[in-house]
């Protein structure tokens, strides 16, 4: 199965630095529900290709929702085929199939006050949040922004007007690895400090999200004050059978398997009940084995998810009781997965009872 996408129409396209662009879509009236958000989420596209048909590629979210606006923030990478098509190619008047909102990237509690950690495009979700945190919470916003040089930030007028807009609320510090060096974890230290009663949210390179989680542990932050997001690119075609796809040759792989945890996986049916959506499900006839978003949709549950590949994370459910292995995981550390985080698009049963949560 996969989840119904749309076509929609590039309203406008915006050069906000020489490698990144902002591509701002027309949703029609009738998909506005369809296409609701919440701050740090992404929308994901399918980039035409003569090999595949398509690629499907995620994209944070650079709008707020109160703005009424589906704004994404593209930056161009060297060998990065999406990224290249959308700069090269997309234009107003373009369509392009996507997918609706998903991703679980997002404050838990707009109370406190968020201290927020960018690098490079990792800008991206962190902006939206940003946006939604001034216009709409009372809580004060502290942003590190790391950049490789002063041409590279992206964003920079939308960031000094909201400082402008709320300067008793929102600072920021911009790190120039030109002129001060990539960031150690001492000036990380020294600046996550001073805001150790905030939510914690941090989006960029791979190293970069490692250091400073590395810091954040350090300060003794808690699993629930603090989340990073990944970009991951995604494999396969969560479309479907959409028009891009004909006469084009698909190859699929029956072989992938949990081969480290099929040897504890349980025999017999499985009883697994779930909370989403504010509302309760149980069933007493899972075979643990198939994953579990599979039995969901056979039970007619509409549970969330995006690749199905274990590549993202708009599937995370929290394991409340029992337990679930994953057939395969990209996204979720180690802490996330001793939290009792699991994908559901790749969880099978680890014990003969689960009780599991999409709104922890």
């Known amino acids: 199965m996969a989840i119904e996408s749309h076509l929609l129409t590039v309203r406008d396209v915006v050069v906000e630095t020489a490698d990144a662009r902002s591509i701002v879509f027309e949703v029609p009236e009738e998909l506005s529900e369809?296409?609701?958000?919440?701050?740090?989420?992404?929308?994901t596209l399918a980039?035409?290709?003569?090999?595949?048909?398509?690629?499907?590629?995620?994209?944070?979210?650079?709008?707020?929702?109160?703005?009424?606006?589906?704004?994404?923030?593209?930056?161009?990478?060297?060998?990065?085929?999406?990224?290249?098509?959308?700069?090269?190619?997309?234009?107003?008047?373009?369509?392009?199939?996507?997918?609706?909102?998903s991703g679980i990237f997002t404050p838990r509690d707009w109370n406190s006050d968020v201290l927020l950690f960018a690098g490079g495009s990792g800008i991206t979700p962190i902006l939206s949040i940003a946006r939604t945190a001034l216009e709409r919470h009372d809580g004060a916003v502290t942003l590190f922004y790391a950049n490789r040089d002063e041409a590279s930030v992206i964003f920079a007028a939308t960031l000094r007007q909201l400082q402008d807009e709320h300067p008793d609320r929102f600072?920021?510090?911009?790190?120039?690895?030109?002129?001060?060096?990539?960031?150690?974890?001492e000036a990380l230290r020294r600046f996550a400090q001073r805001h150790s009663d905030a939510t914690a949210m941090v989006?960029?390179?791979?190293?970069?999200?490692?250091?400073?989680?590395?810091?954040l542990k350090d300060l003794e932050f808690p699993r629930e004050r603090r989340q990073q997001e990944k970009f991951v690119s995604?494999?396969?075609?969560?479309?479907?059978?959409?028009?891009?796809?004909?006469?084009?040759?698909?190859?699929?792989?029956?072989?992938?398997?949990?081969?480290?945890?099929?040897?504890?996986?349980?025999?017999?049916?499985?009883?697994?009940?779930?909370?989403?959506?504010?509302?309760?499900?149980?069933?007493?006839?899972?075979?643990?084995?198939?994953?579990?978003?599979?039995?969901?949709?056979s039970k007619g549950v509409d549970a969330p998810y995006s690749c199905r590949e274990g590549?993202?994370?708009?599937?995370?459910?929290?394991?409340?009781?029992?337990?679930?292995?994953?057939?395969?995981?990209?996204?979720l550390e180690a802490d996330d997965l001793a939290d009792g985080i699991r994908l559901a698009c790749q969880a099978v049963a680890l014990s003969n009872e689960v009780r599991v949560t999409y709104n922890g």
């Open 47 to 101: 980039i035409p290709s003569e090999q595949t048909g398509l690629v499907a590629r995620s994209y944070s979210l650079s709008s707020a929702p109160h703005e009424n606006r589906h704004q994404v923030t593209v930056k161009r990478t060297a060998e990065g085929y999406a990224s290249n098509w959308i700069c090269d190619h997309l234009r107003p008047g373009d369509t392009v199939r996507v997918l609706p909102p």
């Open 203 to 215: 989006c960029g390179p791979g190293p970069f999200m490692s250091a400073v989680t590395g810091v």
């Open 171 to 185: 600072e920021i510090v911009h790190w120039l690895e030109s002129l001060q060096g990539i960031p150690s974890a």
């Open 34 to 43: 369809t296409f609701a958000y919440v701050p740090g989420q992404f929308l």
């Open 234 to 297: 995604l494999g396969g075609n969560p479309f479907g059978d959409v028009p891009e796809m004909v006469g084009v040759a698909t190859k699929t792989d029956d072989s992938v398997g949990a081969s480290s945890a099929t040897g504890g996986l349980v025999a017999g049916p499985v009883r697994v009940e779930v909370h989403l959506d504010d509302q309760d499900y149980a069933f007493d006839d899972w075979n643990g084995r198939e994953p579990l978003l599979v039995f969901l949709e």
């Open 311 to 331: 590549q993202c994370s708009a599937c995370a459910c929290l394991v409340l009781e029992g337990d679930l292995a994953l057939l395969h995981n990209e996204v």
